[in-house]
């Protein structure tokens, strides 16, 4: 099982664009990089998936290099709504567990 | 994607007794999960709950302190037994989405407080 690393908390303001990175150094080439959203007592909620080079969504763009070993997800103009706590996980394809570690995520407190 | 709805959002428990939480998806799905969110803390695994078979427990949590049911492949329920405070978590019911690629979906959860 592939583990993540990512910062523990980032500050930014509002308008600008975040960048959070996400280290999975043993990445399996069956594994898709996902990431997640949580706000306080509520579930995580899928922002975006990608396996390789460059996926865009309404919400946010996540960039994952050749060797795939870290990706970084970028949320353009960010707003106070966005704070919230962003979780990066591996899944892997075909698998049956749902025992994907998650890490601690990064806490991203957008000021006005 | 896979709406879940999960009941109840929350309630406060007296230490001894036990509570049942109720998952259902909005349509079939093989594979769904439960996960414990501590105060502050990251998501942590209980089961793993799939249809026709037993619930597989991971490191740390006993079918006798979380019984868990499966009876068709869109709901499940997980129950707290025996509370103690140390129980006060989010309890989360997950499920897993092959549609166009790999993906998780989360309810909203269950916040339990165990006085």
């Not at chain 1, 050749?66 to 970028?74: E, G, I, M, N, Q």
């Not at chain 1, 698998?95 to 994907?100: A, D, H, I, P, Y």
């Not at chain 2, 109720?22 to 502050?40: E, K």
Request: hydrophobic residues 30%; charged residues 15%.
């Amino acid at each position: 099982l592939a583990k993540t690393t990512q910062p523990i908390s980032m500050d930014s303001y509002e308008g600008q664009e975040v960048n959070i990175t996400c280290s999975h150094n043993n990445i399996a080439t069956n594994d898709y990089i996902t990431w997640y959203q949580q706000f306080p007592s509520q579930g995580p909620r899928f922002i975006i998936q990608g396996y390789k080079t460059k996926v865009t969504n309404e919400v946010a763009s996540l960039f994952i290099p050749a060797d795939r070993k870290s990706s970084t997800l970028s949320l353009p103009r960010v707003s106070l709504s966005d704070t919230a706590v962003y979780y990066c996980l591996v899944l892997n394809y075909g698998g049956s567990q749902g025992n994907l570690i998650f890490g601690k995520g990064t806490k991203l407190s957008v000021k006005p | 994607s896979a709406v879940i709805s999960q009941k109840p959002s929350r309630d406060i428990c007296q230490r001894g007794t036990s509570l049942t939480i109720q998952c259902q998806v909005d349509s079939q799905v093989t594979m769904m999960f439960w996960y414990r969110q501590q105060p502050g803390q990251s998501l942590t695994l209980i089961a793993t709950a799939n249809q026709g078979s037993e619930a597989t427990y991971e490191s740390g949590f006993v079918i006798d302190k979380f019984p868990i049911s499966r009876p068709n492949l869109t709901f499940s329920t997980l129950t707290v037994s025996n509370m103690s405070p140390e129980d006060s978590s989010i309890y989360l019911c997950s499920v897993r989405d092959r549609g166009g690629g790999e993906k998780l979906f989360f309810g909203s959860g269950t916040q339990l407080s165990v006085l």
